[in-house]
């Protein structure tokens, strides 16, 4: 485990993510990102759910693991992207998991369902 805790690479990364908004496009990656708009960064999303799912798959064949935990980050990152484009924080997702902490999937599935 790194010395920083994982609520402090998220807060790190999300204040990363709010400052490339009002970036150069060619300035940054994110700031490219931001500037071709919610389209493309879904298409990202999208692109790097597949990865994810690809590398999990050859890891589950081979038994290494570096692949799968390098498309993940990269997922997770260009989720940080969507999120941020879309005004919200990391803060709400871990909120949200913190919220179904200890409640039973199938009823927390239900629940939803029924809203």
């Known amino acids: 485990m790194s010395?920083?805790?994982s609520n402090d690479t998220l807060a790190r990364l999300a204040a990363v993510l709010e400052a490339r908004k009002g970036a150069a496009p060619d300035s940054s990656y994110v700031?490219?990102?931001?500037?071709?708009?919610?389209?493309?960064?879904?298409?990202?999303?999208?692109?790097?759910?597949?990865?994810?799912?690809?590398?999990?798959?050859?890891?589950?064949?081979?038994?290494?693991?570096?692949?799968?935990?390098?498309?993940t980050a990269d997922l997770w990152f260009h989720s940080l992207?969507?999120?941020?484009?879309?005004?919200?924080?990391?803060q709400a997702v871990l909120d949200e998991l913190d919220r179904r902490f200890g409640l039973s999937g199938h009823a927390e599935k239900a629940a939803r369902s029924q809203s």
């Open 31 to 71: 700031a490219s990102l931001y500037h071709k708009g919610l389209n493309k960064i879904l298409e990202k999303v999208g692109e790097e759910s597949v990865e994810t799912i690809l590398a999990a798959k050859d890891a589950a064949n081979s038994g290494d693991c570096s692949e799968l935990i390098y498309e």
């Open 81 to 90: 992207v969507m999120l941020a484009a879309l005004g919200q924080h990391p």
């Open 3 to 5: 010395e920083h805790s």
